[in-house]
């Protein structure tokens, strides 16, 4: 499932995939993938993310029906 919460916070903070990326010391590619639902990250890298994203596990991550 693509990940359209974490892609509109990325967005809104006007950060490219790069930019995140290289602040959860991830690859373009793994945020990439992350946004389109081709890999499910570790809780770390959530947290990170979320981190850096000012938002929350459940905001970003939690699969609404």
Request: with cysteine.
């Given at each position: 499932?693509?990940?359209l919460q974490m892609?509109?916070?990325r967005a809104?903070?006007?950060?490219?995939?790069?930019?995140?990326?290289?602040?959860?010391g991830v690859s373009r590619?793994?945020?990439n993938a992350i946004e389109k639902g081709d890999y499910n990250p570790t809780i770390?890298?959530?947290r990170a993310i979320c981190k850096?994203?000012?938002r929350t596990l459940?905001?970003?991550?939690w699969e609404t029906d």
């Open positions: 499932m693509k990940n892609k509109a916070a809104a903070m006007d950060l490219s995939q790069q930019d995140l990326a290289e602040r959860v590619q793994t945020i770390n890298l959530c850096e994203l000012g459940d905001e970003l991550f």
